[in-house]
Structures are given as structure tokens and as C-alpha cells.
């Protein structure tokens, strides 16, 4: 495919810049553009060629943004050269992971941008001497940890979703296992990186240890990361997977209940994953989640207190899983491997996230408006072509490996005295304007019905609505000074940029 796209190219690449017509200056900054990229070699694609519009549709169709030009790079001099070429003809560039992000920004946020797309670097490789995964920036979640797990049966925190990409730990990095182990993105020890001047550099605690703090949680503001070192851990065997459904509730039952689960939550031990999932019909609820390396003995001397509290659950399953299976009924797939090249899934959605601190848990009341809304809205919503779902994950309490203020020091992710993070998801059957306007008004009113001046957003399910101003305060608080002052020494001039990226300090 790479090949194919080059040879069509080549007739363009090879057209001196005065063949183009001076009255289309959009055309004349691209072929200029292109020049420079074609001196390097670098495989690129154009909105002329055929493999154009899948290459820049992202994964929620519900936003557009038409690129200049996408490259496909296999060294990282290509990688390198585009970066250059671009801070010298000034078009702002983004890297393209798996392409998941919920805004599309690896599109930009704007017409215009040079996308990289790192799908060919998506290698994963075990080093059984310093025991890292080192990882392509263009792998995806699913690939990684099956391959860790066949080449050395080890493991890293991460995301439920396989075909999820390394916009995932650049950002946070939030799976089933974190209590644990913790997000995705403290489990990176270091990155080569190619900054804004491109460079490859290498970020390690002990050099450019400021880049790496700011890669670190907002990765994709200063540079494209080749290569991710990962500590990894041995991959834990014995799980115990679970599942309590409850139904028919009034919303303050349901909100009672969840207070119940909440205060079991503040204390409970860090290898327990938990999360509450609502759908569809209003304020019927499933608690799942898993207990790692645990024995099903474990599981009931912590649950049973629990649930003698609880309503009767309507139905529950409890089994114990080794690693792969149980990353595999979080994915609610069949395999976890996805295409390493050439993925083309899309679909249409719009979600917000809520982030709680830790200091003032839920309280029945704010509860009880959340669950009256699912309740009220909900079914009229699935109605209207807008299946929705919110999954309320646990991060915090007890020894929680997540919410651990030191860890501010290591990493610029903003949040480390969470306790709840909502994920509020409305799917957009047919995407019109109507639906599109509707799923906003919807999932909006769904965060207002809970949502506390004190709580904050999550980087990984970026809010497109919010303003850049809103966005730095919501996803990083007190960290996002620091992290301007980062941008103004590694990228003042913002070659990477989208709107809810980091600016640089005045
Ligand atoms: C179906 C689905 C399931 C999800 N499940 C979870 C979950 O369980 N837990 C969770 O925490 N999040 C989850 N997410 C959110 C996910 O973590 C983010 O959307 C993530 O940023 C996507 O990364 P990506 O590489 O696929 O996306 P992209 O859109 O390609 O990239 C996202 C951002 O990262 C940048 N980026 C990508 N690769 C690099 C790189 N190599 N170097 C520098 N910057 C880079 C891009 O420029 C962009 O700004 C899920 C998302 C979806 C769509
Ligand atoms: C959906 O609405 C957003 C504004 O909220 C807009 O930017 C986007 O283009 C719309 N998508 C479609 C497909 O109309
Ligand atoms: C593993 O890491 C060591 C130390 O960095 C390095 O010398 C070695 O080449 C690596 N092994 C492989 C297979 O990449
Ligand atoms: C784990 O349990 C859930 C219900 O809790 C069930 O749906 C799933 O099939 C189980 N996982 C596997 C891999 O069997």
C-alpha cells in the first residue's frame, strides 16, 4: 500500500513548485510543503489520492477535519523531516494513534494540519533484560498485551478497548487493573520522542526529565513519541470476575444502593477493580468489575458485607479468569487482536466525563437527581436513536495505586485524588444534525444532573464542547501552569497544536 501510494505520487512530487497556479496559494503552500517532504522521502497522501478519505476519517464520524496532508512514515527520519517541513512552511502538525480519541484531535481540531499516522510503528518487543515492553507509537492496546502475554506472560495496566491507540497512555490510561498497577501512563519509563525542532530525543527521569513529566499526561502538546519503554509486570493468573445486576429500583433506591457501593469503595483493597454501568431503559444498574489475584474465597469475604446491604441483585455471575480471558470479557470481544495496519472502524457518538475528588464523596441527594434523570430521560433517549450508556469507574480509595498525590511529580496527568470517573455516552444511530445537536443536549443534561463546582474532566474522553480555557482547568487543574511553561521552552511556537492542547506561557 505504501508503495502503491508513492508511485501515484511521484508525478506531483516531482512538478516544480512554478507549474502550480499562483492564483491558488492553498495549492502553491502545499506543493512547496510537499517539496520539502519529497526531498526527505517521506510516503505521504493527499486529498487527491484514493486512500485519502479513509485515512482521515476518524473513529467518531461525528466530527470532520480535512488535513493538508497525511504522511505514513517508516523511519523516524521521516517522522523527523515532516516535523521540519512544517515548522518551516508553518502548518501545525498532530500524530495519529489509533485514532480513538472522542474530538478526533488527531486530526488537529481544524482543517489544514499534517497528520502523522503511526500505524507502521507498531511493534511490541519483551526485553527480558530490563524486563520494558518497548512499544511503537502506533501500536494498539489489544496487540500490546497479547503479544506480552505470548512472549513472556507479562502484563501493563491499560484500557478495555483493543483497537485503542498510544494516544491512550500519552494522555492517562485508565483499565480494570489500575487500582492495582495504575494508569497506563505510570507504567511509561521513558520515550524517544521527536520534539517541534525534529529531533529525536530520548526523556528519562535522570535527562530531559521535564519532557518526560509533561509527555507524561499531555504527550501528544510536545512531540510524537516513537517509542514507549514500559515497565511491565507479570501477568497475575488468578482473577475473579464479577457481576451484580439490579433492576425495577426507584432512582432513590438506586441511588442508595450506589451510596452503599460507595462507602465500601473508600476503603476498599487496590486490587479490586470496580465499576457501575447503566444503559438503555434508566436506573437499572450492573456493579462488575474484577479481583486480582485473588482466590474466589477473597472475593466472598470481601463481598459478602457488601451485599448484605445491597438490594437483591436480579442476576450475578462470579468466575475466576487468568489475564488474557479477563481483558477479553472487559473488551466484550472474541480476540484481542485488531489489524496493526489499515484498521477502518468508525462510528458516530458524543460523551462527557465527570471526575470526583476524593475529598467530598456523592452525596443521596446529587445521587438521587442523577438516577432521577436516567430515569426520566433515558428511555426517551434510546427512543430518539441515541442509545447511551454511563460507566462509573473506580479510582480512588483505599491503597488505591492511582490516586497517589505524590505521583504529581512524576507525571503531569491532572487528577490524582479521584474517586469516581463517569463516562456519560450517548452513540448517534443516524447521524443528522438533529441527532447530532439531541446526543449534546442529552449527555449535557445527564453531567449537569450530578456534576459539583469542584469536579473536574478526563483528558482520554476529551469534551469538544468545552473551551480551551474550561478544558485545562476541568482535565489538568493546578498541573496546567507547569505544563504551559513546558510548552514554552519545547514548542513556542505550537507546531502541535489542536484547541485543548497546552499553550505556551506569555
Ligand atoms: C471504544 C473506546 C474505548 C475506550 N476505552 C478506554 C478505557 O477503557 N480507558 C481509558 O482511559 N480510555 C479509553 N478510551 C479513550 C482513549 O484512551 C482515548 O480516546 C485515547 O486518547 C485514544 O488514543 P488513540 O491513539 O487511539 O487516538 P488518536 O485519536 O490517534 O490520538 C489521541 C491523541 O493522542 C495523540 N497521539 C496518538 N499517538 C501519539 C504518539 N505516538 N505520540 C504523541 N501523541 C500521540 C494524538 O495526536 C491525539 O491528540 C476509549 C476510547 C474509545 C473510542
Ligand atoms: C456535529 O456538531 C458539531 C458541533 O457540535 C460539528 O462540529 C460537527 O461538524 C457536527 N457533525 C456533523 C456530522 O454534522
Ligand atoms: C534490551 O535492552 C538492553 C539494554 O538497553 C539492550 O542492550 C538490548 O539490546 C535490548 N534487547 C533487545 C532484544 O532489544
Ligand atoms: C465474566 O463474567 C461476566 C459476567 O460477570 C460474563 O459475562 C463473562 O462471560 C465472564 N467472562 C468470561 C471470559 O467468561
Redesign the pocket.
Known sequence: MLCNALVALLPLLLQPVSAVPLENLHTRQQSTFVDCLSKGDVPIVLASDTSFSQLSSP?NRRLKYTPLTITLPTTILHISTTVKCASQFKIRV?????????SA??LGGEDGHVVVD?QNFHDVVYNQSTTYAEVG??ARLGNIAQKLYDQAKRAIPH???PA?????P??????ISSRNWGLMVDSIAKVEVITADGRLRLAKPTYNGDLLWALRGA??SF???TKFYFNTVPATESIVNYSYSFSGLSASNAAAAFITIQKFALTAPKELGLGVSLWGSGTNFEMSGAYYGKTMDDFTSLFQPLLSQLPQPSSSTVNMKGWIDTLIRFAGASTLSVPETGYNEHTAFFAKSLVTPQGSPLTLEQMTSFFNYAATKGPEASNQGLPWFVIINLYGGGNSAITNTALLEQTSYGHRDTLWNFQLYATINNLSPASNASSITFVDGFDRSVRRSGDGAYV??ADPTLSPDESHTLYYGEQYAKLSQLKKKWDKNQVFW?PQGIYPAP
Open positions: 473513529y498532530n500524530a495519529r494513534g489509533g485514532g480513538h480519541s472522542y484531535q488527531a503511526m507509537g502506533g484500557g478495555t478497548c485503542v491507540g498510544m494516544g491512550h500519552s494522555l492517562g490510561g485508565f483499565g504527550g501528544p512531540g510524537i513519541i482520554n474522553y489542536y
